[in-house]
């Protein structure tokens, strides 16, 4: 996953527009998604970042669905309770025996918050997607973020995805030799799987500070500076563009499905 991320963030056809821009558009899309009191201003907002991603980054569209697939399988499952638990307005579903039905109200809600979900996670894959994380750590250089939370930033944003990846090959090795085969063999193995990860993570962690000593690491990484501007043009475009959304999602705020 983070060479997915990574090499799409630096090979994507808006990998020249300013950082500042994209955060700027990015970020504000996310706020606008989560705040808005009705579900047209997030639908906008996910078709406007999806279009985006899709026709001027060029990302894949198999790659983006699969992307999109893992929030939105967490979504359904939390707006299958709220259905259940939220009350108001008309019954519209009851289940015999039991103190659980679905109303005009909960529905309402569950379709809000599965737009907001959907007009965010557009927002922060387009992000994620058209933005280096050497570029992101650059702009909070650049916001007078202490030196330390950039370094540290930037050695957890590391050794998160390696942890992925040597959790991913014990995890096809112990397959390979069936280690997941019944249940008492799966518990053993992912037990085994814990202890092995952790070795393996301190010994990576071991090495970074070896590569870091030869290299006479003083304390203080260096981020490359990129040194974009943001025009007038394309900043009042964005400006254009959050206004409109944030209008939409005042003037629709009471617009409900059922």
Not at 119 to 140: K, Q, R, V, W
Not at 183 to 204: D, H, K, N, P, Y
């Amino acid at each position: 996953m983070y060479e997915v991320l990574e090499d799409f963030a630096r090979t994507n056809d808006l990998r020249e527009v300013s950082t500042g821009l994209k955060l700027i558009i990015g970020l504000s899309s996310i706020l606008l998604s989560v705040s808005s009191p009705g579900l047209i201003a997030p639908l906008l907002v996910a078709v406007s970042m999806s279009t985006a991603i899709l026709f001027l980054a060029k990302i894949p569209a198999k790659v983006y669905a699969r992307l999109l697939l893992i929030p939105v399988t967490f979504t359904l499952m939390s707006i299958t309770v709220i259905l259940f638990i939220t009350g108001g307005g008309e019954v519209l579903f009851e289940v015999p025996g039991l103190p659980l039905t679905i109303t005009t109200g909960s529905v309402n809600l569950a379709i809000l918050l599965l737009a907001r979900v959907f007009g965010g996670m557009c927002s922060l894959y387009f992000i994620a997607l058209t933005t280096p994380m050497t570029g992101i750590f650059d702009i909070l250089r650049k916001l007078r973020v202490p030196a330390v939370f950039i370094d540290l930033a930037m050695l957890t944003y590391r050794f998160i995805f390696i942890l992925i990846e040597e959790v991913g090959e014990i995890h096809r090795a112990q397959e390979m030799r069936l280690g997941y085969g019944r249940f008492r063999e799966s518990v053993q193995t992912f037990g085994m799987l814990s202890g092995a990860l952790f070795i393996r993570t301190w010994e990576s962690g071991e090495a970074l500070v070896l590569a870091m000593d030869a290299r006479c690491y003083d304390g203080k990484f260096d981020v490359p500076d990129d040194a974009r501007p943001i025009s007038a043009l394309s900043l009042a475009a964005v400006l254009i563009y959050c206004f409109a959304i944030l209008s939409i999602s005042l003037s629709t705020g009471g617009l409900t499905l059922v």
